[in-house]
């Protein structure tokens, strides 16, 4: 048995966790990571594609931003196709503001090799991780299994960082959490293409056949999306089927193409919105997916996760540097207002965009008038654009 002694033990390497762990030791707070999966799962797990403004100041701001600087593309607006015809928000004009595509990987993979190039300690497969003793003035500990060897890790406090699927939320004492949680009748199936993007920015398609989305993740790989049944067999979608749907969906003004190319990645995503309250019980705080999940038609999941650990981070430095707990103690209730402001945001671009199977013709219609509303109103097309750029990182 090996016993490590930390003040932060973070639980998953994922964009909240690597954040975390950066701003903690720029502050000169330790801390020690363990990450169930291997450094190369985490750095090829293709998820997330649109990083905020807010997001992008703080990776630069952490170290983390020069590949993302060189490499990412900077995009002023986005389109909203319905009927056939393109509509575009101007983000710049309209906000002043700007979001970056750049691969959700890519982050993770500046991320590890800025923390390992600085000693970081990460434990990748970790086995068996569990948590104890983090109610109340208990001793948090984690233990896990590492290369055969058992560790156990004694820290001040535990960041639950582990995801949606993780340890950390289920091993909180029933009836301690209130759960809020709509689960939609949809997924997304996503492919990654060899194949220049076919537009400069994203495009969300509302159409009969169902929502669809161009996105990119460099000038010759485009990533698109398809509604699709929630438990869909990607079995039954050959590459073919998948080109044919989307240049359906995607239809665009005369003259307008959807460029085709190998499919080099491909898998279906269920859709939900979920949150937990309170973010915290005791020494144990958890920050992204582990306290709440949004559909992706907002592109805000990753950034929420760095939103809560920029909050949880400055709650710490706090604690440590003046001893007052006050910000600590105010976490939960300052990352959940900005999570509940964007789980409406992701639930109302989905209701927006997507087919629901219980809809009528009026339901139809209405979303048609809606997406005419957003895109000629400049207060509606404000609204989306100062959401989707997002808040300041407060
Ligand atoms: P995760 O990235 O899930 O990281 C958690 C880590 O914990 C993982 O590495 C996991 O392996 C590890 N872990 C799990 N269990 C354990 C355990 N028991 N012990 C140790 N480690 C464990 N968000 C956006 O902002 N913009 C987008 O454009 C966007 N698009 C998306 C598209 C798709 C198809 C999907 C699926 C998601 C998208 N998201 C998007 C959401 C975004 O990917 C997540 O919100 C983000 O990954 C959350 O980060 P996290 O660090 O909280 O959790
Ligand atoms: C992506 O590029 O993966 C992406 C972009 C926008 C979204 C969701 C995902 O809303």
Redesign the pocket.
């Known amino acids: 048995m090996k016993t490590l002694r930390t003040q932060v033990g973070i639980?998953?390497?994922?964009?909240?966790?690597l954040v975390l762990s950066q701003l903690l030791h720029l502050q000169g707070i330790e801390s020690v990571m363990?990450?169930?999966?291997s450094r190369q799962y985490?750095e090829e797990r293709i998820?997330?594609?649109?990083l905020e403004h807010g997001t992008v100041d703080l990776l630069n701001q952490i170290g983390a931003g020069r590949r993302m600087q060189r490499e990412g593309m900077v995009h002023e607006g986005v389109e909203l196709r319905f009927n056939g015809q393109g509509h575009r928000i101007d983000f710049r004009e309209l906000t002043g503001k700007t979001i970056t595509v750049y691969g959700?990987h890519e982050v993770v993979k500046d991320l590890i090799n800025l923390r390992l190039s600085e000693q970081a300690q990460i434990f990748f497969e970790?086995e068996q991780?569990r948590i104890s003793e983090f109610e109340n003035a208990g001793n948090p500990t984690i233990r896990f299994l590492h290369h055969n060897e058992d560790y156990e890790v004694h820290c001040d406090f535990i960041a639950g960082?582990?995801?949606?699927?993780?340890?950390c939320r289920p091993s909180v004492p029933a009836g301690t959490l209130t759960l809020y949680e709509r689960i939609y009748p949809f997924g997304?199936l996503?492919i990654l293409a060899e194949a220049a993007p076919s537009a400069e920015e994203l495009i969300y398609c509302y159409h009969e056949r169902g929502f669809a989305l161009h996105s990119m993740r460099s000038p010759s790989i485009t990533r698109l999306?398809l509604q699709c049944n929630p438990n869909e067999d990607i079995a039954s979608w050959p590459d073919e089927k998948i080109w044919a749907e989307l240049q359906k969906r995607l239809e665009g003004p005369q003259g307008w193409l959807l460029n085709e190319g190998a499919v080099i990645q491909k898998g279906v995503?269920g859709m939900r919105s979920f949150v937990v309250e309170p973010m915290r019980c005791g020494k144990l705080i958890l920050?992204?997916?582990?306290a709440h999940?949004v559909p992706?038609t907002g592109?805000?999941?990753?950034?929420?996760?760095v939103a809560d650990v920029y909050v949880l981070a400055r709650a710490l430095e706090s604690h440590y540097k003046t001893g007052n707990g006050a910000l600590l103690d105010a976490y939960s209730e300052t990352c959940l207002r900005r999570v509940w402001k964007v789980q409406r945001f992701s639930w109302w671009m989905t209701s927006m965009l997507h087919r629901f199977k219980d809809e009528n013709r009026f339901d139809a219609k209405r979303q048609i008038a809606e997406l005419d509303y957003v895109t000629s109103s400049r207060a509606a097309s404000q609204t989306l654009a100062e959401n989707y750029v997002g808040f300041p990182l407060s």
């Open positions: 639980v998953g390497a994922g964009p909240a966790g363990l990450e169930a999966r985490c998820r997330a594609g649109v959700q970790a991780v960082c582990d995801g949606f699927h993780g340890v997304w996503g999306y995503t920050a992204g997916d582990a999940i992706p592109a805000k999941g990753l950034n929420l996760a």
